[in-house]
């Protein structure tokens, strides 16, 4: 069973400038707090859309009682980012590269002009763990993560915004 979450967070600017302090954010991600335990593997543009591949893991994210049951290496992650900067969707999947089949988290983050002065993005996620017996608690776990990075995320494009 998979566990899905969505997630709405408005901001109070234009889309076109939420989207330029998104960019921002990847300048250096060495000096973004919530984006420190990342790394940016490969950039590329091509048309309208940004394919962005990053590695990080979850692995300081689950409980200690449960470490000893989950593969070494499992929660390595890598993510593919596919945004399409005309339609202002970004399409992402995160996998334990080594077995794919065995945890996958796959979103569409939408950004939305509302007027002037205010737009909005929003999440749709799902997560995947095939493990037996834990699987339902690490998708707990990585949903709860993933939500709380992109909370810190909205809060680093917030603060960009103010510059």
């Given amino acids: 069973m998979a566990h899905t979450f969505t997630l709405i967070q408005s901001f109070p600017a234009h889309v076109d ?7 921002r954010r990847f300048e250096d991600v060495s000096k973004q707090e919530g984006l420190k335990g990342q ?31 989950v593969p070494a290496g499992f929660l390595n992650l890598t993510e593919t980012a596919r945004f399409d900067t005309a339609e202002r969707i970004n399409r992402f999947e995160v996998i334990y590269e080594q077995n794919p089949d065995r945890l996958r988290i ?46 810190k995320d909205f809060d680093i494009i917030r603060e960009l915004l103010e510059k």
């Fill in 106 to 151: 796959s979103g569409v983050t939408k950004y939305i002009h509302e007027n002037e002065q205010s737009s909005r993005r929003e999440y749709s996620i799902t997560v995947k763990v095939n493990i037996a017996l834990i699987g339902g608690m690490l998708e707990s776990q990585i949903a709860s993560s993933f939500r709380k990075g992109i909370e």
């Fill in 39 to 69: 790394q940016v593997l490969d950039r590329t543009t091509e048309g309208s859309i940004i394919t962005t591949k990053r590695a990080f893991s979850l692995a300081d994210k689950i409980p200690d009682a449960i470490k000893p049951m």
């Fill in 17 to 23: 400038k939420v989207l330029a302090a998104r960019e």
